[in-house]
């Protein structure tokens, strides 16, 4: 069992759809969790960090986790042609003290103007 | 500022060569890590570096890889003997402190290795 499943997608939505992206995970020792955005080509870019249950927003990006079941999103509001891209879930243990993170495979999102 | 560099952006190599990947991180960052992303595979964790010290290697193949991050100059992934499996790209990633707390890691735009 992968210690984080997220779906590959693709998924492709209209533009001004609400987008959702999950992933769950398996091991309770991750304590932090991220999203996030990679473009073609380039290195990932971090969206969105939080540490607690519950929900963050930013903007048109609210992350959610669920520690009771392990289970995170995020939900893109008002999607634009400009947020395709793949979207990976991210963690990291409470130990060790520094960022060895534990990424999802990423999902594919395409938005069509 | 400039952000995480890493070259070459692509590199080719036969079988049985050497692969020489270079990262300079963020100014003021001391802390570097790889990751590789291989087709179809999210990415994994190779190895943490601080500056002259190897943190953890624990997703590193015990063969062929080898990491430093010398007091001078930038990070270097070394890959000795390349093979068709290491096809991938190779992202490397920066921080200031480390800490997981509320701290980004900056990544570069990777370095894409094609084993011929």
Redesign the interface.
Known sequence: QKEVEQDPGPLSVPEGAIVSLNCTYSNSAFQYFMWYRQYSRKGPELLMYTYSSGNKEDGRFTAQVDKSSKYISLFIRDSQPSDSATYLCAVVPFSGGYQKVTFGIGTKLQVIP | NAG?MQNPRHLVRRRGQEARLRCSPMKGHS?V?W?RQLP??????MV?LQKENI??ESGMPKERFSAEFPKEGPSILRIQQVVRGDSAAY?C?S?PT????????F????T?LSVL
């Open positions: 995480v802390h890590y990751y179809e595979e999210g990415l994994k964790f943490y943190i953890d992202f990633a921080s480390g800490q997981p707390t509320n701290e980004k890691l990544f570069g735009s990777g894409q």
